[in-house]
């Protein structure tokens, strides 16, 4: 075997693997005599251990008594369990699931919305807040808070995305839209992708509160209205007012969470204003999206 790691015609990659190999094989040849001596003494209850060491290249844990082949010392004293010292598991706060839980009915009211008026609406722009919502949706935790936390957002993109299509200036807009440019009803995978990344901001962003830990609610509002005062509002090429319904909702959320009077809504609140943004800036970002917006403005 130590003679193939130098012959011709062996790739490079199979001359390494073979040369640890032999390698290995010495080592355990020059244990061999060691091991030996330590096979004699495998009723001492430490020479398994003490075997496994010597492979290892270590040095051999000490004798323990009775209770040695289920406990030793470190070098600095610390207590190191030998039987059933894997470390527990942390608890999952919140996972995302690839089948989302319309446990509000949500989902399907404003897909059947939609889909009702895709018929005389350009229906791109409501799609997005409706797979925003949907992936909210996709969150689990055991948290009694995750019924707020899921809730609260999806109702205000329902509100965004019918009134998109049922409420002036927008239902006309998206109807003189529908008459230039073809129905497009489905997100592709990088406008998917924005909104993905968003939602699990939020998600992270509310962890303390699914945690039932400490947070500091000021800090949660004071983040919220640094996200309201860089809102997106795009270049003046752009149609400004239906920019303007995702704004006046910011700014309802974070008037909710400063108006509050318990904490955790507050924060979910504060957290509702930075993920609106966050959507927000993902339109803007978007080329299909951006030029929807263009195309709307007279």
Same mark, same amino acid.
């Given at each position: 075997?130590?003679?193939?790691?130098? #012959?011709?015609?062996?790739?490079?990659?199979?001359?390494?693997?073979?040369?640890?190999?032999?390698?290995?094989?010495?080592?355990? $040849?020059?244990?061999?005599?060691?091991?030996?001596?330590?096979?004699?003494?495998?009723?001492?209850?430490? /020479?398994?251990?003490?075997?496994?060491?010597?492979? &290892?290249?270590?040095?051999?844990?000490?004798?323990?008594?009775?209770?040695?082949?289920?406990?030793?010392? @470190?070098?600095?004293?610390?207590?190191?369990?030998?039987?059933?010292?894997?470390?527990?598991? +942390?608890?999952?706060?919140?996972?995302?699931?690839?089948?989302?839980?319309?446990?509000?009915?949500?989902?399907?009211?404003?897909?059947?919305?939609?889909?009702?008026?895709?018929?005389?609406?350009?229906?791109?722009?409501? =799609?997005?807040?409706?797979?925003? #919502?949907?992936?909210?949706?996709?969150?689990?935790? &055991? @948290?009694?808070?995750?019924?707020?936390?899921?809730?609260?957002?999806?109702?205000?993109?329902?509100?965004?995305?019918?009134?998109? #299509?049922?409420?002036?200036?927008? /239902?006309?807009?998206?109807?003189?839209?529908?008459?230039?440019?073809?129905?497009?009803?489905?997100?592709?995978?990088?406008?998917?992708?924005?909104?993905?990344?968003?939602?699990?901001?939020?998600?992270?962003?509310?962890?303390?509160?699914?945690?039932?830990?400490?947070?500091?609610?000021? $800090?949660?509002?004071?983040?919220?209205?640094?996200?309201?005062?860089?809102?997106?509002?795009?270049?003046?090429?752009?149609?400004?007012?239906?920019?303007?319904?995702?704004?006046?909702?910011? $700014? $309802?959320?974070?008037?909710?969470?400063?108006?509050? =009077?318990?904490?955790?809504?507050?924060?979910?609140?504060?957290?509702?204003?930075?993920?609106?943004?966050?959507?927000?800036?993902?339109?803007?970002?978007? +080329?299909?999206?951006?030029?929807?917006?263009?195309? #709307?403005?007279?």
């Amino acid at each position: 075997m130590e003679e193939a790691t130098t #012959m011709k015609g062996i790739p490079p990659s199979t001359q390494n693997i073979m040369s640890l190999i032999v390698k290995r094989l010495s080592q355990v $040849e020059s244990l061999l005599p060691k091991l030996s001596n330590k096979a004699k003494e495998a009723e001492s209850g430490t /020479a398994t251990q003490e075997i496994l060491s010597f492979l &290892d290249g270590t040095e051999a844990a000490p004798h323990t008594g009775a209770k040695g082949a289920e406990s030793a010392h @470190s070098a600095d004293g610390e207590f190191i369990p030998l039987v059933g010292g894997e470390a527990a598991k +942390p608890l999952e706060v919140y996972r995302k699931v690839d089948v989302e839980d319309d446990q509000f009915g949500l989902i399907g009211q404003s897909q059947r919305f939609i889909q009702q008026y895709s018929a005389r609406c350009h229906a791109l722009l409501p =799609t997005f807040w409706l797979e925003s #919502m949907r992936e909210i949706h996709r969150y689990k935790s &055991d @948290s009694p808070y995750l019924g707020d936390i899921v809730e609260l957002p999806a109702r205000i993109l329902v509100k965004t995305s019918k009134g998109l #299509m049922t409420e002036a200036p927008g /239902a006309r807009l998206l109807q003189d839209l529908l008459k230039e440019r073809q129905q497009e009803n489905y997100l592709n995978a990088s406008e998917m992708e924005r909104i993905e990344r968003a939602v699990a901001k939020y998600f992270a962003g509310v962890e303390p509160i699914l945690k039932d830990e400490e947070f500091n609610v000021k $800090e949660k509002i004071l983040e919220a209205q640094t996200a309201f005062d860089g809102f997106g509002w795009g270049g003046p090429e752009l149609e400004k007012r239906i920019i303007k319904r995702v704004n006046q909702q910011v $700014e $309802e959320a974070l008037q909710n969470a400063e108006s509050g =009077t318990d904490p955790a809504r507050q924060a979910i609140y504060a957290e509702i204003a930075k993920l609106l943004c966050k959507l927000q800036h993902a339109i803007l970002a978007e +080329p299909r999206t951006r030029e929807i917006l263009a195309q #709307m403005k007279p």
